[in-house]
């Protein structure tokens, strides 16, 4: 599959929201989705993925693989690893990655302890968690209500990857569920040089960490804020989400 990079300003911050839903309707009849690029995001990324420290980039909460596109489009020719625990998301994901030989993919969801949950399917599937999605973000983004919920395999990020990989960048996109991946990854944590997480500044998901206990997890561990990313944004202009870019001290 291939993506199509643009500029532009819409509601939903997520991959793959900012498109009209025709265009991305018709875009997916061809095997194509959308990756908006925005000035801000290439000038980033773009120079923290190519660096050739750089083994592994793993992919948490991949939904059809539109953060992976968007690494390659903007210059990472490194190893991928990519997880999703959606049924329907990770089909497109795995088709998409099929015609990448770096780029490998795993159909689970990640969290602190292993086992199984309920995963809360959104209508328009990015907005998916295992989590319950709260009023606010429904009155945000409607498209963001359940349809519908899928038990997942959950493993905790250390057991299913390696120190072979190498020093990683690890992004972590989960809906609300960013604490629990990163309780599971202390080893893996401990490789990683960049880190990117999708963060909300409100609750938008019962029970989710709070924005500043996220960053104070992380900065514990070695990192210190590199960059924000505003995204998600309420019809008020509230930014209710932001990706926070954190690299390694030293």
């Not at 602190?112 to 968690?129: E, I, M, Y």
Request: aromatic share 6%.
């Amino acid at each position: 599959m291939t993506g199509i990079g643009f500029g532009s300003r819409f509601k939903d911050s997520r991959l793959g929201q900012f498109a009209k839903e025709p265009v991305r309707a018709a875009l997916g009849r061809l095997g194509l989705d959308v990756v908006p690029l925005r000035r801000q995001e290439t000038d980033t990324l773009g120079s923290l993925l190519t660096d050739d420290r750089l083994g592994t980039l793993y992919d948490v909460g991949a939904n059809q693989g539109q953060y992976a596109v968007r690494a390659r489009l903007l210059g990472y020719r490194g190893d991928i690893v990519s997880f999703e625990p959606g049924a329907e998301a990770f089909r497109l994901l795995n088709r998409r990655a099929a015609v990448d030989p770096r780029w490998r993919t795993h159909h689970m969801a990640l969290g602190r302890a292993p086992g199984q949950q309920q995963l809360q399917v959104s209508q328009n599937s990015v907005s998916s968690s295992l989590l319950q999605v709260n009023t606010t973000h429904i009155a945000a983004a409607p498209s963001s209500q359940v349809r519908g919920v899928e038990s997942v395999q959950v493993a905790r990020l250390d057991d299913v990857t390696s120190p072979s990989d190498g020093p990683c960048w690890l992004k972590v996109d989960t809906q609300g569920y960013e604490m629990e991946v990163l309780a599971g990854a202390d080893e893996t944590l401990a490789r990683a040089r960049v880190l990117q997480l999708e963060l909300s500044l409100t609750e938008l998901y019962d029970g989710q960490a709070a924005f500043l206990d996220v960053l104070l997890f992380v900065k514990a561990r070695g990192f210190q804020v590199f960059d924000l990313l505003p995204g998600f944004r309420a019809e008020s202009g509230q930014l209710l989400q932001c990706d926070v870019i954190a690299v390694r001290q030293g």
